[in-house]
């Protein structure tokens, strides 16, 4: 008996008496960080039948990547327009440090609440619109 068979495109291997289907599962590496996880288990929790489906579908990681990227890109661009707006500027950094820090740190807070509440904690249909 053979050692390897190919039928209908399928790699067969014998396996003790058996011959089992020869199978890779390709592996990518997603880059899933803080607002991808959060935004995972929400869908988990509100979402379950599309949470199934991505599930399903094998794409769940990929479209949390792609949450997690459009969150961050996000909270970037809104910390820097709203330490323009409240005039934080690299000038308050070299003069006054520490009010520096306290006023972005309330400005990353700012942005993230924004984040959380259009993106992270937002439907699913919502929340890959340009």
């Given at each position: 008996?053979?050692?390897r068979?190919?039928e209908?495109?399928?790699?067969?291997?014998?396996?003790?008496d058996?011959?089992m289907?020869n199978l890779t599962i390709?592996?990518?590496?997603y880059?899933?960080?803080?607002?991808?996880?959060?935004h995972k288990q929400?869908?988990k929790?509100?979402?379950?039948?599309?949470y199934?489906?991505?599930?399903?579908n094998?794409?769940?990681?990929?479209?949390?990547?792609k949450?997690?990227?459009?969150a961050?890109?996000e909270?970037?661009?809104?910390?820097?327009?709203?330490?323009?707006?409240?005039?934080?500027t690299?000038?308050?950094?070299?003069?006054?440090?520490?009010?520096?820090?306290?006023?972005?740190n309330?400005?990353k807070?700012q942005?993230e609440e924004?984040?959380y509440?259009?993106i992270?904690y937002?439907?699913?249909s919502?929340?890959?619109?340009?």
């Amino acid at each position: 008996m053979k050692e390897r068979f190919i039928e209908n495109g399928i790699e067969y291997v014998k396996v003790g008496d058996y011959y089992m289907p020869n199978l890779t599962i390709l592996q990518k590496r997603y880059n899933i960080g803080k607002y991808g996880n959060l935004h995972k288990q929400f869908i988990k929790e509100h979402h379950k039948a599309f949470y199934s489906l991505l599930l399903a579908n094998g794409t769940l990681f990929e479209y949390l990547e792609k949450v997690d990227t459009k969150a961050k890109n996000e909270v970037d661009k809104l910390i820097a327009e709203l330490a323009i707006k409240q005039g934080v500027t690299e000038q308050l950094k070299s003069v006054d440090q520490m009010r520096w820090v306290g006023m972005m740190n309330n400005i990353k807070a700012q942005a993230e609440e924004i984040v959380y509440s259009t993106i992270v904690y937002n439907t699913y249909s919502n929340t890959l619109e340009n």
